[in-house]
């Protein structure tokens, strides 16, 4: 099964925050893939899909988010989540 | 007979309607059934929760919208309901199921120290509160007509937005915020609100007055306060109206002194449908807002720069460096685990421990004050060592751009008064001009928090030794003819004006949304000697 990865910083002013969480589970729902986030390499790694998972993260500015994706349209999942976040959420 | 209640304003204006009570939900609790049925309701009662939500975000927009939509989202999220289920397979009623889930998810948001996480727990009650209602089979609450004065305990933003405020009404609660979400909405749709008021509010029934303005609720108001009532509503809608149409005009005192209305800028997008007509230049840019994910980049900063000093089209731009720091806090620029950030390493001090960064800064407002009248303004100033490190800086920037073959000025610098000591010294500052911050000053003055001074409200004024210093540092720039201003919220504060109008005070820097009101204040007043000002 396709598998992809990549890292963004969290640059927007208040994390991965009630808005921002919204944002992020639409765009992953797009897609078949299964999404997974984590702050850590290391994890726990979280659905993407989960705006409750998501929130009970608390990811704040300034954090490393880690994304990873296993499915047919992997790659192309894990840069949408990697672009939302680089757009700082479309926040600012 | 009329009862007399004070609270806290939260929002000003002046409502007069009758009472109508919001009780929190309690409803009968369930006996209990088979852990299907059970499941079942509880299902239900998420959904008809999700398409009340869905039908009154289909009249919002914008930011009123988007608040519903996370409660939306995290409905629609199997998740959410997770624990509450399996409470209930365990044979619980699905009611007490889900209070007990949703108690526990509230808990893991309290528990962050990050205050955006904190916030969300009343959106948490409020989505806990809307599917309680319908496993209770109680209404969500009882109908609110147009007009109506709501109290309750609190009050959550979707019951506040499911409302219809078009008629106008008021808010009294018992417990709440001014800082609150709720109190926010409030005031962008100019609803009175009032908070604090205590058990008192009770007793409230039929006719009542609600002054937001000093956070005074008259319950069955006899005949002469409901008239005074009246006509200050009267008095407050046509000044508001009057005030709008003259705020072009210049803001001259009835005897005839011109003073300077500035504005306090935190981003570009502040100025959007003002015209630079509107005042007399900016006295005050919060760089820390308006380029703190650019600390780095000259460009970018020397563009929003670029963009104020083009909007001013002449008039004067103040640009205080980075103050970052105390409850402004930039991660991975201003340090972490202090024990006292507040007396700490915060705007000036920490700007000199990095002149990597500040000369950034500094090359880009020298060289956006080469397309129009430029003023540096140089946070938490408390010794004259500091003015002259910043002075070098400033040359050696300048220096930079000036064999970079960029064009450039060096503008006039000037310092805040906001420590206590260097308001009563202010000769030992080698400066060109003073900006009072009252709220630094305020805090630092009375060893009070500024969060705490914001739970006091909008009423609240300046402590009297706080005056004496702003009085002290006044009178000595009167005296030096060295230019000063006010900046902090007490600018804004019209009950204050003739106080700082007397003490010598000639400009204020205020919020865009405050001008109108201050420069038709200023036209109602009249010296009462001929004290000269300084302009």
């Known amino acids: 099964m396709p598998e992809a990865r990549a890292s963004a910083e969290l640059t927007n002013r208040v994390g991965l925050h009630a808005r921002p969480s919204v944002k992020l589970t639409q765009i992953a729902k797009r897609f078949s893939a299964r999404i997974e986030i984590a702050t850590s390499l290391d994890g726990p790694w979280t659905d993407a899909k989960s705006p409750v998972k998501i929130m009970r993260i608390k990811a704040v500015r300034g954090e490393i988010l880690h994304v990873k994706a296993f499915g047919a349209d992997a790659a192309s999942a894990v840069a949408a989540v990697v672009d939302l976040v680089q757009r700082n959420f479309d926040e600012e | 007979m009329e009862r007399r209640l004070i609270g806290k304003a939260a929002s000003p204006g002046i409502a007069i309607g009758r009472v109508v009570s919001l009780r929190p939900v309690s409803g009968v609790p369930r006996a209990g059934a088979a852990p299907d049925l059970e499941r079942s309701a509880l299902r239900q009662a998420i959904e008809a929760t999700k398409q009340n939500l869905r039908s009154m975000v289909a009249r919002l927009a914008g930011d009123e919208a988007a608040i519903l939509e996370f409660q939306i989202a995290m409905l629609e999220d199997p998740e959410l309901a997770l624990e509450a289920e399996q409470f209930v397979g365990e044979g619980q009623p699905a009611d007490a199921a889900w209070l007990r889930s949703m108690d526990m998810e509230m808990a893991r948001y309290r528990a962050s120290y990050d205050v955006h ?260 303004l140089l946070p938490m100033v408390t010794l004259p060592e500091e003015v002259g490190e910043a002075r070098s800086l400033v040359n050696i920037a300048a220096e930079q751009l000036a064999r970079a073959g960029l064009a450039f000025v060096v503008p006039p610098i000037g310092i805040m008064i906001e420590v206590p000591a260097a308001a009563m010294a202010p000769e030992i500052f080698p400066v060109d001009f003073f900006s009072i911050g009252s709220n630094d000053l305020e805090q630092y003055a009375c060893a009070s928090a500024r969060d705490a001074l914001q739970l006091a409200g909008h009423a609240h004024n300046l402590h009297p030794g706080t005056l004496a210093m702003m009085a002290h540092v006044t009178h000595f720039a009167r005296a030096n003819k060295i230019d000063l201003g006010l900046c902090g919220d007490a600018a804004g504060n019209l009950a204050m004006l003739p106080t700082f109008l007397e003490m010598g005070i000639g400009s204020f820097s205020v919020a865009p949304g405050c001008v109108a009101e201050l420069k038709a204040a200023i036209r109602n007043h009249r010296a009462s000697d001929g004290t000269s000002i300084v302009a």
């Open chain 2, 117 to 376: 996480f904190r916030g969300r727990v009343s959106d948490l009650a409020d989505i806990r509160d809307g599917v309680l209602s319908h496993l209770r089979s109680t209404p969500e609450h009882d109908p609110i007509e147009p007009g109506q004065i709501v109290v309750a305990e609190d009050l959550a933003p979707s019951h506040f937005l499911r409302m219809d405020w078009t008629s106008g009404g008021g808010i009294a609660l018992r417990a709440g915020s001014p800082a609150s979400h709720v109190a926010m909405l409030a005031r962008a749709r100019s609803i009175p609100m009032v908070v604090g008021l205590g058990e008192a509010v009770e007793g409230l029934t039929g006719l009542t007055v609600l002054d937001g303005e000093t956070g005074m609720v008259i319950g069955s108001p006899v005949e002469e306060s409901l008239t005074q009532a009246q006509a200050q509503a009267l008095r407050l809608s046509v000044g508001r109206r009057e005030a709008e149409q003259r705020m072009r005009e210049p803001a001259v005192t009835r005897d005839g002194k011109r003073l300077s209305i500035l504005l306090n800028i935190s981003s570009l997008r502040e100025l959007t449908g003002l015209m630079p007509e509107d005042c007399d230049g900016i006295g005050l840019t919060r760089t820390e807002f308006l380029i703190e994910s650019a600390l780095l980049d000259e460009e970018a900063q020397f563009r929003a720069y670029a963009a104020l000093v083009r909007w001013a089209a002449g008039r004067v731009v103040t640009i205080r460096t980075l103050d970052a720091g105390g409850d402004k806090p930039i991660p991975g620029y201003s340090p972490e685990g202090e024990a006292n950030s507040f007396l700490g390493l915060r705007g000036i001090r920490l700007s000199l421990s990095r002149p990597d960064v500040f000369l950034v800064q500094l090359r880009a407002i020298l060289r956006a004050a080469a397309l129009g009248p430029t003023r540096i």
